[in-house]
């Protein structure tokens, strides 16, 4: 079978299947180089809870409550430490305004029986001393934790290669179709005859020639600037993730063991463009160092931008589609780290046993199809 796109939602689907004993090949010309790239890591099915999203969010709890063993198995089997870290996160208010929202989110979190915890300053403060004074309270998700997503996909190449996939870095152009059936994937090299196809290729998932209109996947590019800054380990300016605002601007600092702390992001509608732009790197950084003073004193070491799958309801793809063999595990957005285990698990299920798992009915890739003609 194939899996077109070797990110972390096309490598974590292959090793598991490899796991169950299916002949993989993933293409891809530059696996892990996508969103994937970029992604903090946050692993924040609470904090990242949005109005209109609860159907994602059971999802998400789920795949978060999968990553202990995930991240554990992972590095066995690849011999890598992916940087898995509980601690919590803590939201923060710069000032009455952003406070005002935070409070506001607070209260729907709770309205879904999430467990969040408010903080006054001196409380925020306690757990992260280098927080600015001028913070005005807080909000503590003790159950969103995070991991290394770089580390992650590195893990899952080494996996995935241990396993027995076969990476072909070459870029699928085209499906082959017979009837209602899948038969190939088109590369320069050639066709590749499969019976399956998972298409985990991000944002370009509809970039994929000769499958019928009514199976191409509704996926948007939706970009984000995030940035990385240098810290002695020994000195690290935070005990674990931080998310805030500053004046309205929203912020995530995300601290790692080895010294590298991922300051992120915007979410901007522009396209195919992955453009740095001087105000993004200049707000992220404001912001940022509003809420934690002593960032200014860090070394910025990388600028990074790159392109989150979107779909109109912002939840995945997952499962079958129209066509007999063609599967989609694409569209993750803001959550595909998050979402990697449980995908996985779904596309098992889909591809082996032909069944689509209770957690997964809701994201049927055909939900937008059934809207439009409806
Ligand atoms: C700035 C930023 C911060 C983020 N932070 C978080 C976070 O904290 N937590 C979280 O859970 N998520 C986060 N995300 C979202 C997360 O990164 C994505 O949801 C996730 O990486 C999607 O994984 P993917 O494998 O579907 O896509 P990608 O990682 O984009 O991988 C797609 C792959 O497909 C390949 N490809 C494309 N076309 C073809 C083709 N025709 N043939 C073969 N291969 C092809 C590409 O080369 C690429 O490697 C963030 C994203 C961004 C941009």
């Excluded at 202990?68 to 590095?75: D, R």
């Excluded at 990476?167 to 590369?187: D, M, N, W």
Aim: charged share 20%; hydrophobic share 45%; aromatic share 4%.
């Amino acid at each position: 079978m194939a899996v077109v796109g070797g990110g972390v939602i096309g490598l974590a689907c292959a090793w598991r299947l490899a796991q169950r004993g299916a002949s993989v090949r993933v293409f891809d010309p530059a696996a892990g180089a996508g969103a994937s790239h970029a992604a903090a890591g946050m692993l924040a099915p609470v904090t990242e809870v949005h109005h209109g999203e609860e159907p994602l969010l059971a999802l998400n709890l789920a795949s978060a409550q999968l990553w202990p063993a995930f991240a554990a198995e992972l590095v066995e089997a690849a011999g890598i430490d992916v940087g898995y870290r509980t601690g919590g996160t803590l939201a923060v208010a710069l000032d009455d305004d952003d406070l005002r929202s935070l409070d506001e989110l607070r209260g729907f979190q709770e309205s879904l029986r999430l467990s969040v915890t408010r903080l006054t300053s001196r409380e925020c403060r306690a757990r992260e001393p280098s927080l600015s004074p001028r913070v005005r309270g807080g909000v503590l998700a003790a159950n969103d934790h995070q991991v290394d997503s770089r580390l992650t996909v590195q893990a899952l190449l080494a996996a995935v290669e241990r396993s027995g996939v076969t990476l072909v870095r070459e870029s699928v152009t085209a499906l082959s179709v017979t009837g209602r059936a899948v038969t190939a994937v088109h590369t320069t090299s050639g066709p590749h005859p499969c019976r399956s196809v998972v298409v985990a290729a991000g944002s370009w998932s509809a970039d994929i020639d000769g499958s019928p209109p009514a199976v191409m996947p509704p996926v948007r590019p939706v970009k984000g600037q995030i940035l990385r800054l240098r810290f002695d380990p020994a000195a690290a300016p935070l005990q674990g993730t931080v998310r805030g605002l500053a004046a309205g601007r929203s912020v995530y600092l995300v601290p790692r063991s080895h010294g590298e702390l991922v300051v992120g992001a915007t979410v901007e509608e522009v396209g195919f463009d992955t453009t740095l732009t001087a105000g993004a790197v200049h707000d992220l950084l404001q912001a940022a160092i509003d809420l934690v003073p002593e960032v200014a004193e860090l070394e910025l070491v990388e600028a990074t931008a790159r392109l989150r799958p979107g779909t109109p309801d912002n939840a995945p793809l997952l499962g079958p589609t129209g066509l007999d063999g063609l599967v989609l595990a694409t569209g993750h957005h803001r959550n595909g780290v998050l979402l990697a285990p449980i995908t996985a698990e779904v596309i098992v299920s889909v591809v082996t046993a032909g069944t689509v798992p209770p957690v997964a009915v809701g994201f049927d890739p055909g939900r937008f199809q059934r809207c439009i003609s409806a």
